[in-house]
């Protein structure tokens, strides 16, 4: 089953055109990783795909389980099971992790047609999770992303991830500052997510979180739009000879 497709996308924040003819399609059960240099439009891609404001489609369509969700809220997209996964995630001072953890839970076991969970129950289910990823029970009374490390952003997020179960998740991750230990957090978090009736986007710089998440589907983008597509093989060669060797192909 189709989840995501985006077609012919085009993009704008002001004047700057960021995204120029961007098309991508996700079935279920596929992993796709998108790579390239600094500035080609990944993190751009992933707000445009969350429906933040200040981000314009200029053309093209974004189908999630084909509906159309350009003029559906960030709200609304998740509760058709997109989730995302920032580059910088927001900070949410006076927001403990634990109180925000049961909001979302409740919100998206409704949007499904669940009824809610109890307090109790949430807490249990959101402590042996936690446990699993080794989150410390301290970090979950902390205020959302507030002076968390690199990591702990990261294992957080995929905390979350696992709780809301989506169909379709997106991760942006940070160029640097993801030390080896968030790195295996976020690849098991993934590869354990992963099953037929999901996909999974990985947007990433570098190479190495791919040893983690060994993606089915690996793109290039560059300026706006997929160069090129193939296997994990592209992925190594990328490592091995920078984008360079893409963009002189174009
Ligand atoms: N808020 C913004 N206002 C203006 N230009 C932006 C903004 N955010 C990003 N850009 C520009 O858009 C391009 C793509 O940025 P980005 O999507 O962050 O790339 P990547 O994640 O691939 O490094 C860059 O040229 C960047 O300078
Ligand atoms: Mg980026």
């Known amino acids: 089953m189709n989840l ?19 098309s991508l399609k996700i079935n279920s059960g596929e992993t796709h990783a998108i790579m390239g240099p600094n500035g080609s ?5 992933s707000y445009v795909l969350s429906g933040k404001d200040d981000y314009n489609v200029t ?7 084909n509906e159309n969700i350009i003029e559906l809220s ?29 909001t979302i ?28 990823l080794n989150i410390s029970q301290d ?21 979350q991830m696992s709780l809301l179960d989506p169909s379709i998740a997106v991760l942006d991750e940070t160029d640097s500052g993801l030390d080896v230990d968030a790195l295996r957090t976020v690849g098991s978090g993934v590869t354990n997510l992963k099953n037929k009736d999901k996909g999974m986007l990985v947007i990433t710089h570098y190479q190495r979180l791919l040893d983690h998440i060994v993606p089915d589907f690996v793109h290039i983008m560059v300026k706006g739009k997929i160069l090129e597509s193939g296997g994990p093989d592209l992925a190594k060669i990328v490592e091995k000879e920078g984008y360079k060797r893409f963009i002189d192909a174009n």
């Open 59 to 65: 053309q093209g369509n974004i189908l999630l389980k």
């Open 41 to 45: 439009g990944k993190s751009t891609l």
């Open 139 to 159: 970090m979950l009374k902390r205020f959302v992303n507030v002076g968390f490390s690199g990591g702990e952003k990261k294992r957080f997020e995929i905390l």
């Open 74 to 102: 960030a709200d609304e997209r998740s509760k058709l099971g997109l989730f995302l996964a920032f580059q910088y995630p927001i900070e949410l001072p006076g927001v403990t992790g634990m109180t925000f953890l049961r």
């Open 105 to 132: 839970i409740n919100s998206s076991r409704v949007a499904k047609g669940l009824p809610e969970l109890e307090g109790i129950e949430l807490v249990k289910i959101i402590r042996e999770k936690a446990t699993e």
């Open 4 to 22: 995501l497709n985006i077609d012919n996308l085009h993009a704008s924040i002001g004047d700057e055109k960021i995204l120029n003819g961007f």
